[in-house]
């Protein structure tokens, strides 16, 4: 495959993808979502986030020889800031600080 193919393979696949995406907000940008869409759309990055975290815990990969120190921390942190501010993008920062600070003391 020549260059030029990929490069234009790549850009179709691109604009693609973007039509996709835009087509529903583009439908439905002059119309208000049923009270029960957006209470499930408040739901989606937790639900997220915590696929996440299970998939991480509960790889059955052999090269995962369990979760570490660092990460069991950033996890009870992460969760204790989201029970109590109820703030998604605090809570991802400070499980993040506290993950990286202890694998770099580590």
């Not at 260059?3 to 393979?9: D, G, R, S």
């Not at 907000?25 to 986030?49: G, M, T």
Request: charged content about 10%; proline content about 6%; overall charge neutral.
């Amino acid at each position: 495959m020549s260059l030029l193919t990929a490069m234009l393979l790549i850009s179709v696949i691109g604009l693609a993808t973007y039509g996709m995406r835009s087509i529903p907000i583009l439908l439905l940008a002059d119309r208000e979502l049923p009270p029960i869409v957006a209470v499930a759309l408040r739901n989606v990055a937790p639900a997220v986030l915590a696929a996440l975290v299970v998939t991480l815990i509960a790889s059955p990969d052999e090269s995962n020889f369990g979760v570490s120190i660092p990460e069991i921390a950033g996890l009870v942190v992460g969760g204790a800031i989201a029970w109590k501010t109820r703030n998604l993008i605090f809570t991802l920062g400070t499980g993040m600080a506290v993950f990286w600070l202890l694998l770099w003391l580590a």
